[in-house]
C-alpha cells in the first residue's frame, strides 16, 4: 500500500511538474471524444496527433482511459435503449445475443493478433493508409439503400438476424486496425446488410460497449494500466473524452439518419494521403 501511495504520488507529481504534458493529454481526449464516433477512426487520429505531438506514442493505457470516456458516453446517451435490454424480456435477450454474437470476431482478433495489433500504434504511416482505407468503406456507402424506421412509442429491441450480426461484428474486428474506423466500418456493414438507418447507427453504438469494455479488461490481465500520463492528467482526459463524446455520438446518428454518412469519405481520404506524403518525407 505504502508503494501504490508513492507511485501516485510520483505521478501526481509529475503531472503538476508538467503542464505540457496535461494539455497534450487534454488535446488528445477531445480529439479521442470526436472520432470515437465520427467514423473518422479515433486510433488513427490518436496514432497521428501522438506522433506530431511526439507525445505518448505507443502509451495504449492511455489509449484505453479515453475510450472509457467515450464508453460512458454511449451509456449516458443510450441509456434509455441500455435500461431496456435491462428487463432480460425475451425481446431484449435476442437483442443482446446480437450484441455478444458481434463482439466475438473482435475478440477473436484481439487474443490472437494482440502483439501485431499494438505493433501498429507505433507505425502513422500504416494508419494514414488505413485512413485512406476507411475514406473508401464510407463513400460505398453513399450507394447503399436502408429505409429509415420510426416506431411510436419509443424504442423496440429488433435485433438484426444473427448472421447480420456476426457480419457486423467482423467489420469491427477489422477496424481494431489503428486508422480504421470502428463507427464507419459497423455503420456501413449495418446499411448494406439493410438495417434501418437509425437502427444502424444504435446497434453500432452499443456494439462499442462490450468491446470497449474487453480491450481494458484485456490490459488489466496483461499487467495493469501503465501509462506515461499521471493519475490527475489521465482523470481529466476521460472527462473530457466523455463530455466530447456525448455531443459527437448524438452528431454522428443524425448524420446517418440524414443521409450524410458517406460525406467523411473525404476527410479520411485527404488526411490519410496527406499524411502519409508528409510522414514519407
Known amino acids: 500500500m505504502t508503494a501504490w501511495r508513492a507511485r501516485s504520488a510520483d505521478a501526481g507529481n509529475a ?5 505540457v504534458e496535461f494539455l497534450h493529454v487534454i488535446l488528445l481526449a477531445v480529439v ?17 496527433a501522438q506522433h506530431f ?3 505518448f506514442e505507443g502509451d495504449v493505457a492511455l489509449d484505453v482511459i479515453l475510450h472509457v470516456g467515450t464508453l460512458v458516453a454511449v451509456l449516458a446517451v443510450y441509456w434509455r435503449e441500455v435500461r431496456r435490454l435491462l428487463t432480460f424480456d425475451a425481446a431484449a435477450m435476442q437483442y443482446v445475443a446480437a450484441l455478444v454474437v458481434g463482439t466475438l470476431p473482435a475478440v477473436a482478433v484481439g487474443l490472437l493478433l494482440k502483439d501485431r495489433v499494438e505493433a501498429l500504434f507505433a507505425d502513422p504511416r500504416a494508419t494514414a493508409v488505413a485512413l485512406m482505407f476507411t475514406g473508401l468503406i464510407l463513400l460505398s456507402t453513399r450507394a447503399a439503400r436502408s ?3 420510426r416506431v411510436p412509442g419509443g424504442w423496440h429491441p429488433v435485433p438484426p438476424p444473427l448472421s447480420k450480426a456476426l457480419l457486423i461484428g467482423c ?3 477489422v477496424a481494431i486496425t489503428p486508422g480504421i474506423s470502428r463507427s464507419g466500418s459497423t455503420i456501413a456493414a449495418s446499411l448494406w446488410l439493410g438495417l434501418p438507418r437509425d437502427e444502424a447507427a444504435r446497434f453500432s453504438f452499443l456494439l462499442a460497449v462490450p468491446a470497449i469494455v474487453g480491450a481494458l479488461v484485456l490490459h488489466l ?8 500520463a499521471g493519475p490527475v492528467a489521465l482523470t481529466a482526459g476521460a472527462v473530457v473524452a466523455f463530455l466530447v463524446g456525448i455531443v459527437a455520438v448524438r452528431l454522428t446518428a443524425l448524420l446517418v439518419v440524414q443521409r450524410h454518412f458517406w460525406k467523411f469519405s ?16
Open 221 to 228: 490481465l496483461d499487467g495493469g494500466l501503465r501509462s506515461q
Open 266 to 281: 473525404f476527410y479520411c481520404l485527404t488526411l490519410g494521403a496527406a499524411m502519409f506524403l508528409l510522414l514519407g518525407e
Open 147 to 149: 429505409d429509415l424506421r
Open 32 to 48: 479521442q471524444g470526436l472520432t470515437e464516433f465520427l467514423p473518422v477512426s479515433s486510433s488513427g487520429h490518436l496514432v497521428l
Open 53 to 55: 505531438l511526439h507525445a
Open 15 to 19: 503531472d503538476a511538474r508538467c503542464p
Open 171 to 173: 467489420a469491427q474486428a
